[in-house]
T-cell receptor
Framework: NAGVTQTPKFQVLKTGQSMTLQCAQD?????MSWYRQDPGMGLRLIHY???????DQGEVPNGYNVSRSTTEDFPLRLLSAAPSQTSVYFC????????????FGPGTRLTVT | GENVEQHPSTLSVQEGDSAVIKCTYS??????FPWYKQELGKRPQLIID?????GEKKDQRIAVTLNKTAKHFSLHITETQPEDSAVYFC????????????FGTGTRLQVTL
């Protein structure tokens, strides 16, 4: 199993550009989440999904969209990038049978200039 | 929503000494408390977790204690080694929301020789 994969690893955007961060998992996990990590602020939940077709907002959802058309994929879309969205983004998946332990992807480092 | 506070933000110990990191949470209905270790440039990885029906859990040199009445939980690392140097995050899961974790702001642990 590849586990949780994320692409790209690094990305530089100009203010106002849009892009999609990709996340996929091959463990058939029902739950998937997106977090952003900023220095001194830990990880903050952006959006999450409890299954295909079901998504909900986390703590910091503004400026981001998600969809979950399949169990495997959970892309995060930045609609109009802003410098405040410069961060490291982590995708994670979990399932009930493992006590909901979150498995994290390797992260995407995004810089918005 | 849930709020998690973590202290200290940095901790320096000598090799062989013990390290203790403390977290408090606000939602008395939270029922799952994981601890993650993150090495520089890497993804967070689960090192130990505890559920609200247990007061203490040990795994070799690491242990976690939970005081539900006071709403705080702690990570204890004994006989620290240089490879324990990393950032440690506590988290709490909102009741009824399997994939929603709220993280503390992290503790940078430095183990010196």
């Amino acid at each position: 199993n590849a586990g949780v994969t994320q692409t790209p690893k690094f990305q530089v955007l100009k203010t106002g550009q849009s892009m999609t961060l990709q996340c996929a998992q091959d463990m058939n996990h029902e739950y998937m989440s997106w977090y952003r990590q900023d220095p001194g602020m830990g990880l903050r939940l952006i959006h999450y999904s409890v299954g295909a077709g079901i998504t909900d907002q986390g703590e910091v959802p503004n400026g981001y969209n998600v969809s979950r058309s399949t169990t495997e994929d959970f892309p995060l879309r930045l609609l109009s990038a802003a410098p405040s969205q410069t961060s490291v983004y982590f995708c994670a998946s979990s399932y009930e049978g493992q006590g909901y332990e979150q498995y994290f992807g390797p992260g995407t480092r995004l810089t918005v200039t | 929503g849930e709020n998690v506070e973590q202290h200290p933000s940095t901790l320096s110990v000598q090799e062989g000494d013990s390290a203790v990191i403390k977290c408090t949470y606000s939602d008395s209905a939270s029922n799952y408390f994981p601890w993650y270790k993150q090495e520089l440039g890497k993804r967070p990885q689960l090192i130990i977790d505890i559920r609200s029906n247990v007061g203490e859990k040990k795994d070799q040199r690491i242990a976690v204690t939970l005081n539900k009445t006071a709403k705080h939980f702690s990570l204890h690392i004994t006989e620290t080694q240089p490879e324990d140097s990393a950032v440690y995050f506590c988290a709490a899961r909102w009741t009824g929301t399997a994939s929603k974790l709220t993280f503390g702001t992290g503790t940078r642990l430095q183990v010196t020789l």
